[in-house]
């Protein structure tokens, strides 16, 4: 079955980069996904890359695909405070049109 | 702009009670979903549905159920609620026939203790 890992926690300081890592298991998923949840609130999409593609560059987030090793990351330039939240990586398990979520990684961003 | 409307924002229950949580969306999406997030566990779906009509069983279906009368209503009912079932519960949606990216749209949750 389908399973997606990632470390619980990163802390960074402000200005420095962030990269959150995310390993997965389901070889023909289309689409993979990073959502952001702040404190208190439902998820919301962030960015995501479609299979065939290595890299996507979206202002101060990376997001890069290795697929021989399943491993997929999210770079966060010049990290803010205001990035703090659960990270969550996710996949398209196009079976069944669902997605299958990562445990998520809480990153602190301390001034 | 509602989007995907919960309710109760937070409830406290005793075990063996039966409770249903509600979700609306007024976005006409196909597809809805419950997923309930546990710490150290990440989101996990509970029943979806992809079209009214129909629903189908996630990852931990055991001890929900769900409904889909209509394209804007998915309500979770537990029908004896046990303190396994803490947990804080989003409802999503997404346009799953015509969107290109597969996104779903998030609840802001309901935060559900069983005592």
């Known amino acids: 079955g389908e399973d997606v890992e990632q470390s619980l926690f990163l802390s960074v300081r402000e200005g420095d980069s962030s990269v959150i890592n995310c390993t997965y298991t389901?070889?023909?998923?289309?689409?993979l996904y990073w959502y952001k949840q702040e404190p208190g609130a439902g998820l919301q999409l962030l960015t995501y890359i479609f299979s065939n593609m290595d890299m996507k560059q979206d202002q101060r987030l990376t997001v890069l695909l290795n697929k021989k090793d399943k491993h997929l990351s999210l770079r966060i330039a010049d990290t803010q405070t205001g990035d703090s939240a659960i990270y969550f990586c996710?996949?398209?398990?196009?079976?069944?049109?669902?997605?299958?979520f990562g445990t998520g990684t809480r990153l602190l961003v301390s001034p | 702009i509602a989007g995907i409307t919960q309710a109760p924002t937070s409830q406290i229950l005793a075990a063996g009670r039966r409770m249903t949580l509600r979700c609306t969306q007024d976005?006409?999406?196909?597809?809805m979903y419950w997923y309930r997030q546990d710490l150290g566990l990440g989101l996990r779906l509970i029943h979806y549905?992809?079209?009214?009509?129909?629903?189908g069983k996630g990852e931990v279906p055991d001890g929900y159920s769900v409904s889909r009368a209509n394209t804007d209503d998915f309500p979770l009912t537990l029908a004896s609620a046990v303190p396994s079932q803490t947990s804080v519960y989003f409802c999503a949606s997404s346009d799953s026939g015509t969107s290109d990216t597969g996104e779903l749209f998030f609840g802001e949750g309901s935060r559900l203790t069983v005592l």
């Open positions: 389901d070889s023909s998923s289309t689409y």
């Open positions: 976005m006409r999406h196909n597809a």
């Open positions: 996710a996949e398209m398990n196009t079976g069944f049109q669902k997605l299958v």
């Open positions: 549905s992809n079209t009214a009509g129909t629903t």
